[in-house]
């Protein structure tokens, strides 16, 4: 642990220029992190005083490959970003939690009462209880500690502040109370149960798996309780691109209905196979039946069973290709899955407003502006949400330009994938 004020003045100085480097990829955001940190510092200060402490991060989290594919047991794509959350932190001889986040007031929980409770569902301190809960069942310790936390993970992007924000608080506990032990996967298990018991919301575990183990994943969800989790040493930054991510500014009101449909017509595909997901139904399966199957569940359910299909075999190849290094067979792949998304599983733009699509202009803008120095997709759930792009670094600007010009400033934020999960920094 260090002291506060020794912190800062080392902040200054220069002192953690190198691990700051290394940690947020990109040498330009080396001056904002510094600042961001001795903020964070001096607000901890400000709520609690000066004192020992220590400083975690988590990440937030993109989908690379797999969309719509984990809640059919599928395999997915995931990297880690240099967008994250952190934590100064120290621990405390009382049995109680103090967190004060950015922009809020300070929520304060005792250990001795960390039940699920109904009235608190979908609330900051459930999610902070589940992951007491969840780490003392594994038969972890837990303790007190105080913490200031910021964040600049986008909210309602696609990149998972939430599993950053569990993982952070697992990180957290991983490292005052049990020597750092608790392993990235069983931190990103920890997160998933207090979203799913505790803050009521039924989550896969990608987002969890990616914010924690850091870097990008390959996970393999046909065994959910066991998933198969492959770490890729690939560096896109080495390889001269950016990851990009827009926000179109789409609205979300009434699409719940869309989103509802895409895994209710995956399983009704399923269903007619006598299985519960469509992980169990081969190719060779659907192609056969696939007569009768449209008349059953419906031309669209097919073409999303058949859009599954594919970026399931996708996402097997795009790891491969990363592994290999063949950063332009992996960029045709990212390719061939958004064209899937758009033409057969049509999560681009809902049909109940077809005068409305911002995913779509996105789309067309960046195949416009990018032709042959980039690739884009749709990023996670689709209809009125973000999209994604790599980005050849030296048009990365103007690309960024562009993409604000028509949606508002601000819209278009270049990433970095980090190497790091969850991390104590210093």
């Given at each position: 642990m260090t002291n506060t004020t020794a912190i800062i003045n080392?902040?200054?100085?220069?002192?953690?220029?190198?691990?700051?480097?290394?940690?947020?990829v990109d040498e330009e955001k080396t001056a904002g992190q510094k600042a961001r940190y001795q903020q964070g510092i001096q607000s901890y200060v400000d709520y609690f005083g000066e004192g020992e402490v220590e400083i975690y991060s988590a990440p937030g989290r993109s989908e690379i490959g797999g969309n719509h594919t984990d809640h059919q047991h599928g395999e997915v794509l995931a990297a880690s970003i240099n967008n994250d959350?952190?934590?100064?932190?120290?621990?405390?001889?009382?049995?109680a939690v103090k967190i004060v986040s950015e922009g809020y007031d300070m929520i304060t929980l005792s250990l001795d009462n960390i039940t699920m409770k109904e009235e608190e569902r979908e609330s900051t301190p459930a999610l902070i209880k589940g992951v007491l809960a969840g780490v003392k069942q594994r038969g972890y310790k837990i303790g007190g500690f105080q913490a200031y936390i910021t964040s600049d993970v986008l909210i309602g992007a696609g990149l998972s502040s939430s599993a950053a924000?569990?993982?952070?608080?697992?990180?957290?506990?991983?490292?005052?109370?049990?020597?750092?032990?608790?392993?990235?996967?069983?931190?990103?298990?920890?997160?998933?149960y207090a979203e799913n018991v505790y803050f009521g919301k039924p989550c896969g575990l990608m987002d969890?798996?990616?914010?924690?183990?850091?870097?990008?994943?390959?996970?393999?969800?046909?065994?959910?309780?066991?998933?198969?989790?492959?770490?890729?040493?690939?560096?896109?930054?080495?390889?001269?691109?950016s990851l990009c991510i827009t926000d179109t500014k789409g609205s979300h009101a009434d699409l719940t209905a869309d989103y509802a449909a895409i895994p209710e017509e995956m399983k009704a595909v399923a269903d007619f196979f006598g299985k519960?997901?469509?992980?169990?139904?081969?190719?060779?399966?659907?192609?056969?039946?696939?007569?009768?199957?449209?008349?059953?569940?419906?031309?669209r359910a097919v073409?999303?069973?058949?859009?599954?299909?594919?970026?399931?075999?996708?996402?097997?190849?795009?790891?491969?290709?990363?592994r290999q290094g063949k950063v332009s067979e992996f960029f045709d792949l990212v390719k061939?899955?958004?064209?899937?998304?758009?033409?057969?599983?049509?999560?681009?733009?809902?049909?109940?407003?077809?005068?409305?699509?911002?995913?779509?202009?996105?789309?067309?803008?960046?195949?416009?502006?990018l032709e042959e120095k980039g690739v884009s997709r749709v990023h996670g759930g689709g209809f009125a949400g973000t999209v994604q792009a790599f980005v050849k670094n030296e048009i990365v600007a103007g690309y960024q330009k562009k993409m604000d010009n028509v949606f508002g400033k601000g819209s278009c934020r270049v990433l970095k994938i980090r190497k790091y999960g969850g991390i104590k920094v210093f």
């Open positions: 080392q902040l200054e100085k220069g002192e953690y220029d190198t691990c700051l480097r290394e940690l947020y959350a952190i934590a100064i932190v120290k621990p405390l001889g009382e049995p924000y569990e993982t952070l608080l697992g990180t957290i506990l991983s490292g005052l109370y049990n020597d750092g032990k608790i392993s990235p996967i069983e931190i990103a298990r920890i997160g998933q969890q798996m990616a914010c924690s183990v850091g870097n990008l994943v390959h996970i393999d969800f046909a065994k959910p309780d066991e998933p198969k989790v492959r770490k890729i040493d690939f560096d896109f930054n080495k390889a001269g691109y519960k997901v469509l992980v169990e139904v081969s190719r060779e399966q659907l192609l056969d039946q696939i007569v009768k199957v449209r008349a059953v569940a419906g031309d073409l999303r069973a058949l859009h599954f299909i594919c970026e399931n075999e996708r996402v097997q190849k795009e790891a491969e290709a990363l061939a899955s958004g064209d899937s998304s758009f033409k057969y599983l049509q999560n681009v733009y809902s049909n109940q407003d077809v005068g409305h699509q911002n995913v779509s202009i996105a789309l067309a803008l960046s195949d416009m502006v």
